[in-house]
């Protein structure tokens, strides 16, 4: 079992930064590939990056290629998004999720643990 708990969501105006945090409880958590999902008001919960159980691989959505990082920490069992150069259209409540696989993966499917979310509004 791994459980997720993410933090760090607020109002940002745009062209801001926030980092987002994602603790992971679970023994299982160092050998998990993590994912970031988003999902804006009345729309479906899409992918937004992805790195392994290293941190040695990530891959993003083209939405945010070059505007955010994931990374991970495995000796704190945390994963973070660091979001840059934010837009109105990043609005929306951010999850975290842990695959069971150690590779990466853009589909929801492939992650078996989610976090409860966190909530990041960008200002025009």
């Known amino acids: 079992q791994v459980q997720l708990v993410e933090s760090g969501g607020g109002l940002v105006q745009a062209g801001g930064s926030l980092r987002l945090s994602c603790a992971a409880s679970g023994r299982t958590f160092s050998s998990s590939a993590m994912g970031w999902f988003r999902q804006p008001p009345g729309k479906e919960r899409d992918f937004v990056a992805t790195i392994n159980w290293s941190g040695g691989i990530t891959y993003y959505a083209d939405s945010v290629k070059g505007r955010f990082i994931i990374s991970r920490d495995n000796a704190k069992n945390t994963v973070y998004l660091q979001m840059n150069s934010l837009k109105p259209e990043d609005t929306a409540v951010y999850y975290c999720?842990?695959?069971?696989?150690?590779?990466?993966?853009?589909?929801?499917?492939?992650?078996?643990?989610w976090g409860q979310g966190t909530q990041v509004t960008v200002s025009s």
């Open positions: 999720a842990a695959a069971r696989a150690g590779y990466g993966s853009t589909l929801r499917i492939q992650y078996d643990y």
